[in-house]
């Protein structure tokens, strides 16, 4: 498992964007040698050094820090689409070879290179800046069906310097099932899975995490308790963000 390259973008205005600004940064390019992954403040943009990001209200922030995608899944819309994707073309900070993205568990840690841990706290939920920059007819539909996946946002646990070729190793696997492609699913596809998503409550992203509680708060959970009856089975406690 390998990281194939490391991605950042400059902001620039485009009319394809609901940021108030009327930019984005998600046109994002390969950078040669090494560059530093740090927690970003609260509120704040993204943890890759030289990386620009537009719109806080849903990107950047500390559980929101850094976004990887697989090479592999470039590969399948590329086979789908017949158009090519070089890495960053997703709006992807890491693109990375061999390892299984969308599957990983939802508080699952990656070592990349010699010292920065980064930790998975959900997928990338579509928007309109994504479908413009991608100019598709249908994105957004599309690719929350796909069975290539979202990709996966991450908080940097041990800070540092990354660069292309270093290797990715799992070194963290939380115990419970909950997927970056289940959580996906459940909240583009199915609500009604949202409750059961909660037992990865602790390390889920602040939107997704929201969006789960306000769904099993409203119409309860499976087994028909809601949120707040079950929050101590469920080891809740959120990241303080």
């Given at each position: 498992?390998?990281?194939?390259?490391?991605?950042?973008?400059?902001?620039?205005p485009?009319?394809?964007?609901?940021?108030?600004?009327?930019?984005?940064g998600?046109?994002?390019?390969?950078?040669d040698g090494?560059?530093?992954?740090?927690?970003?403040a609260?509120?704040?943009?993204?943890?890759v050094?030289?990386?620009?990001v537009c719109?806080?209200?849903?990107?950047?922030?500390p559980?929101?820090?850094?976004?990887a995608?697989?090479?592999?899944?470039?590969?399948?819309w590329?086979?789908?689409?017949?158009?090519?994707?070089?890495?960053?073309?997703?709006?992807?900070?890491?693109?990375?070879?061999?390892?299984?993205?969308?599957?990983?568990?939802?508080?699952?840690?990656?070592?990349?290179?010699?010292?920065v841990?980064?930790?998975?706290?959900?997928?990338?939920?579509?928007?309109?800046?994504?479908?413009?920059?991608?100019?598709?007819?249908?994105?957004v539909?599309?690719?929350?069906?796909?069975a290539?996946?979202?990709?996966?946002?991450?908080?940097?646990?041990?800070?540092?310097?990354?660069?292309?070729?270093?290797?990715?190793?799992?070194?963290?696997?939380?115990a419970?099932e909950?997927?970056?492609?289940?959580?996906?699913?459940?909240?583009?596809?199915?609500?009604?899975?949202l409750?059961?998503?909660?037992?990865a409550?602790?390390?889920?992203?602040?939107?997704?995490?929201?969006?789960?509680?306000?769904?099993?708060?409203?119409?309860?959970?499976?087994?028909?308790?809601t949120?707040?009856?079950?929050?101590?089975?469920t080891?809740?406690a959120?990241?303080?963000?």
């Amino acid at each position: 498992m390998e990281l194939l390259s490391v991605n950042v973008g400059q902001d620039r205005p485009v009319a394809y964007t609901n940021a108030p600004s009327g930019r984005t940064g998600i046109d994002k390019r390969p950078v040669d040698g090494p560059v530093r992954v740090d927690t970003p403040a609260p509120g704040g943009a993204s943890g890759v050094a030289g990386d620009a990001v537009c719109d806080l209200r849903f990107h950047g922030g500390p559980d929101r820090a850094v976004y990887a995608f697989a090479r592999e899944d470039l590969d399948s819309w590329e086979a789908e689409l017949g158009r090519s994707f070089s890495p960053g073309s997703f709006g992807e900070n890491l693109t990375t070879r061999g390892l299984d993205v969308n599957n990983a568990l939802i508080g699952e840690r990656w070592r990349i290179g010699d010292e920065v841990v980064l930790e998975v706290t959900g997928g990338r939920i579509p928007c309109r800046t994504f479908a413009g920059f991608v100019e598709e007819a249908g994105w957004v539909r599309r690719f929350n069906a796909s069975a290539a996946g979202p990709g996966a946002l991450l908080r940097v646990v041990v800070p540092g310097e990354i660069r292309a070729g270093d290797r990715v190793e799992v070194v963290h696997r939380p115990a419970h099932e909950i997927t970056v492609a289940r959580l996906h699913h459940a909240a583009t596809a199915d609500r009604s899975l949202l409750p059961e998503t909660l037992v990865a409550a602790e390390w889920m992203e602040s939107g997704l995490l929201e969006l789960a509680r306000t769904y099993a708060e409203k119409y309860g959970t499976k087994d028909g308790k809601t949120d707040r009856e079950t929050d101590g089975a469920t080891g809740g406690a959120e990241h303080g963000e």
